[in-house]
């Protein structure tokens, strides 16, 4: 496990309004999805960190005292880096308020706290302890959750219990243990003239952990509600019927919370300020988060990681799904600039990674790696990856039979295939029809001089999925990984590594 930063991210980098979310304990980045949809919709350029201890960040001997969990969260507000509207819910509302300091002085920022955990008398907080650990002791299916909480959507449920189990018990004993007693208001205290915040407290009948006496009556910029009929997760249940949020113009449209769009978004790890950055683009049926291994490997190295979803995953929907389609859809992580020493490319991905070669600037150099790339498929190989991918959706497997197919994938990586497969846009499906001819060897032909290529190419003793690889083109390196299947990232990920050039300052 790592204690590396990361995050999920929606919209464009380049909106002119920018917001930051804090998910609660036992949570993580990718709980926000539907508010940060509603978000990025509004034009705002959203940003939810992992707090430490959650999504696999952890380390040993940790300190998880709510002051050092903002403290954690510091790199997201590094070269003046401001928010116009933070977030934050549950742990995560102690949390924000311990962000204040952080806030710049001369801008306006709104501070949103959902059911915030500011007073927990011993009782109470031994009570919520002891629930935590009995939901990660006894993980729950999204349709345990959707049967508990009929007002939620089955992805608001798929990612509760991708959440628990990203989390451990010690996590969930040492944030209580270090925090007692549990008492944030004084926080509210000294807040600058530039915050307005508002508290939105949940119905005390139905399990509020913030109520209004646990809110200070003589702050200035702070009011509160109580949402009667409404739980402790209010971003599930009511997120556009009750707006704090300013908006810059006079009427607003709410999508629905469950609707899916075309909304770019990211997952994210390391620091912003990294001297090196990559770019990964992962294949079909999978997500951004299924790069959480290698990112990893890669933020140890000093990288700050970028991992975009493509059309049609993550509960994008799209309407055209060439591989030219799917790749201008992602200029905006190449906008003001934007360069990577690093872009990796699988399946899927590669002819993606490929197409994205005339968005990189032509003076810095950029190492291109493709696992097992989708340049090449004949008629008949389509069809069995069209059946292929159509019979894994009529019935997502469970991360135990991944885990029995594929002994060398660890537990994690077969969670984020089932995640993958389960925020897959069925239509999108096109892919595989609206590329026919299957075919983007070309693609490697005029490689600008700047760019060098390596593919990755798994044993062909273990690979139904591709036709064909290059292995005597110019200027592409091509290597067969002998005893490897065709998911390179989980099954030998140091030969990913081994391609990546030290920085120059090492050689």
């Given at each position: 496990m790592y204690t590396s930063i990361s995050a999920s991210q929606w919209g464009s980098p380049t909106a002119s309004r920018r917001v930051l979310l804090i998910h609660g304990l036992t949570m993580s980045s990718q709980s926000w999805e539907g508010v940060a949809q509603l978000l990025a919709t509004e034009g705002f350029f959203v940003v939810a960190p992992n707090l430490l201890g959650h999504a696999w960040r952890r380390g040993t001997d940790t300190d998880y005292r709510v002051s050092t969990l903002a403290e954690d969260l510091r790199p997201y507000f590094v070269m003046d880096t401001s928010y116009d509207v933070i977030i934050g819910h549950s742990l995560g509302g102690a949390v924000t308020l311990s962000l204040l300091p952080l806030l710049s002085n001369t801008k306006e920022t709104t501070v949103i706290l959902l059911d915030p955990a500011l007073e927990l008398t011993k009782e109470i907080a031994d009570k919520c302890e002891n629930w935590f650990l009995k939901e990660i002791a006894n993980l729950r299916t999204a349709d345990d959750h959707m049967a508990e909480n009929p007002v939620w959507?089955?992805?608001?449920?798929?990612?509760?219990?991708?959440?628990?189990?990203?989390?451990?018990?010690?996590?969930?004993?040492?944030?209580?243990?270090?925090?007692?007693?549990?008492?944030?208001?004084?926080?509210?205290?000294?807040?600058?003239?530039?915050?307005?915040?508002?508290?939105?407290?949940?119905?005390?009948?139905?399990?509020?952990?913030?109520?209004?006496?646990?809110?200070?009556?003589?702050?200035?910029?702070?009011?509160?509600?109580?949402?009667?009929?409404?739980?402790?997760?209010?971003?599930?249940?009511?997120?556009?019927?009750?707006?704090?949020?300013?908006?810059?113009?006079?009427?607003?449209?709410?999508?629905?919370?469950?609707?899916?769009?075309?909304?770019?978004?990211?997952?994210?790890?390391?620091?912003?300020?990294?001297?090196?950055?990559?770019?990964?683009?992962?294949?079909?049926?999978?997500?951004?988060?299924?790069?959480?291994?290698?990112?990893?490997?890669?933020?140890?190295?000093?990288?700050?990681?970028?991992?975009?979803?493509?059309?049609?995953?993550?509960?994008?929907?799209?309407?055209?799904?060439?591989?030219?389609?799917?790749?201008?859809?992602?200029?905006?992580?190449?906008?003001?600039?934007t360069s990577y020493d690093v872009i990796i490319g699988h399946s899927l991905g590669g002819p993606v990674a490929l197409s994205l070669l005339p968005f990189l600037p032509k003076t810095q150099e950029t190492t291109v790696i493709l696992l097992d790339p989708a340049l090449e498929l004949t008629e008949e190989k389509m069809k069995i990856n069209t059946q292929l991918v159509l019979n894994e959706m009529s019935r997502i497997r469970t991360p135990e039979e991944h885990m029995a197919e594929n002994p060398a994938w660890s537990r994690r990586d077969c969670i984020l295939r089932v995640l993958g497969m389960a925020m897959y846009d069925r239509t999108a499906i096109e892919i595989l029809r609206q590329n026919t001819p299957w075919s983007f060897t070309g693609l490697l032909k005029n490689i600008p001089p700047n760019v060098k290529i390596t593919v990755l190419i798994s044993d062909p003793k273990f690979n139904a999925f591709l036709d064909y690889v290059p292995l005597d083109m110019e200027n592409v390196n091509s290597k067969v990984l002998t005893g490897i299947g065709h998911w390179i990232q989980y099954e030998l990920p140091r030969a990913i590594m081994d391609e990546i050039p030290l920085p120059r300052a090492k050689l």
């Open positions: 959507s089955r992805g608001d449920s798929m990612l509760r219990a991708l959440g628990i189990s990203m989390c451990d018990h010690t996590v969930v004993k040492r944030i209580f243990e270090h925090n007692r007693p549990w008492s944030f208001s004084g926080l509210f205290k000294n807040v600058s003239p530039q915050v307005n915040i508002t508290v939105l407290a949940s119905d005390p009948a139905l399990g509020a952990i913030c109520h209004l006496e646990h809110v200070p009556c003589d702050v200035a910029r702070l009011r509160a509600k109580v949402f009667i009929g409404i739980g402790h997760w209010i971003q599930y249940e009511t997120i556009s019927k009750h707006d704090p949020i300013p908006s810059p113009s006079r009427t607003r449209k709410h999508p629905s919370h469950l609707s899916v769009d075309m909304t770019i978004s990211a997952s994210q790890w390391g620091s912003p300020t990294a001297s090196r950055r990559a770019l990964l683009i992962h294949g079909l049926t999978m997500s951004s988060q299924s790069w959480e291994g290698i990112a990893q490997l890669l933020v140890a190295d000093g990288f700050f990681v970028v991992a975009p979803n493509l059309l049609g995953h993550a509960w994008r929907q799209g309407t055209d799904y060439r591989i030219s389609d799917i790749a201008e859809d992602l200029r905006s992580y190449f906008a003001m600039g």
